[in-house]
């Protein structure tokens, strides 16, 4: 087993004063630099993942703005991967699948922005792929979303999207039990 730490869009629009701020962001990407110091420090594979809008209406992560910048917890070092991306699968149209077989990677711990569309369309690819993945539930966050008339909190928004990938395409913990591991 070789695992990898994969940090999906840990960036400036997704926190207050950003474009599209989630719920809770910042609890988040203090998990965030825990885990990362954790990897860092066992000398573990990191990959940093952020997306960039191809559409310059899009309204967030326009290349150019400060909202595209990792968030300063996590901003990559030397010597880590990282790997842009226009797709909330951060498999498609990169080269993160073969940059993880190069290196043996067979287990990938996902973290990051936001748990209910990259983080689940990359860790569903991921477990499709072939790899065995932990998404880290407190190091990870949602928006309150909207259908109709009805209004979802982030926070159930978030528990949801967990569950659902929970037992089927990841095992879901929280960092305390990954770091403890």
């Given at each position: 087993?070789?695992?990898?730490?994969?940090?999906?869009?840990?960036q400036l629009d997704y926190f207050p004063g950003g474009a599209f701020p989630?719920?809770?962001?910042?609890?988040?990407?203090?998990?965030?630099?825990?885990?990362?110091?954790?990897?860092?420090?066992?000398?573990?594979?990191?990959?940093?993942?952020?997306?960039?809008?191809?559409?310059?209406?899009?309204?967030?992560?326009?290349?150019?703005?400060?909202?595209?910048?990792?968030?300063?917890?996590?901003?990559?070092?030397?010597?880590?991967?990282?790997?842009?991306?226009?797709?909330?699968?951060?498999?498609?149209?990169?080269?993160?699948?073969?940059?993880?077989?190069?290196?043996?990677?067979?287990?990938?711990?996902?973290?990051?922005?936001?748990?209910?569309?990259?983080?689940?369309?990359?860790?569903?690819?991921?477990?499709?792929?072939?790899?065995?993945?932990?998404?880290?539930?407190?190091?990870?966050?949602?928006?309150?979303?909207?259908?109709?008339?009805?209004?979802?909190?982030?926070?159930?928004?978030?528990?949801?999207?967990?569950?659902?990938l929970d037992g089927s395409f990841a095992s879901v913990v929280e960092s305390?039990?990954?770091?403890?591991?």
């Amino acid at each position: 087993m070789t695992r990898a730490l994969l940090l999906v869009d840990v960036q400036l629009d997704y926190f207050p004063g950003g474009a599209f701020p989630l719920v809770d962001p910042e609890p988040a990407a203090r998990a965030a630099r825990r885990v990362l110091e954790h990897f860092r420090s066992t000398g573990e594979d990191v990959v940093h993942v952020f997306h960039t809008a191809t559409d310059p209406d899009a309204g967030f992560f326009v290349p150019g703005t400060p909202g595209v910048a990792f968030h300063p917890d996590v901003e990559p070092r030397a010597g880590e991967t990282v790997v842009e991306k226009h797709e909330p699968n951060s498999f498609i149209g990169t080269g993160l699948e073969r940059s993880l077989r190069d290196r043996g990677v067979t287990d990938l711990i996902v973290v990051g922005m936001m748990t209910s569309m990259c983080v689940d369309s990359t860790t569903r690819a991921a477990s499709e792929l072939g790899f065995t993945c932990t998404v880290v539930a407190d190091v990870c966050a949602a928006p309150d979303l909207t259908l109709g008339d009805l209004t979802v909190p982030g926070a159930t928004v978030h528990t949801a999207f967990l569950a659902a990938l929970d037992g089927s395409f990841a095992s879901v913990v929280e960092s305390v039990e990954l770091l403890r591991r």
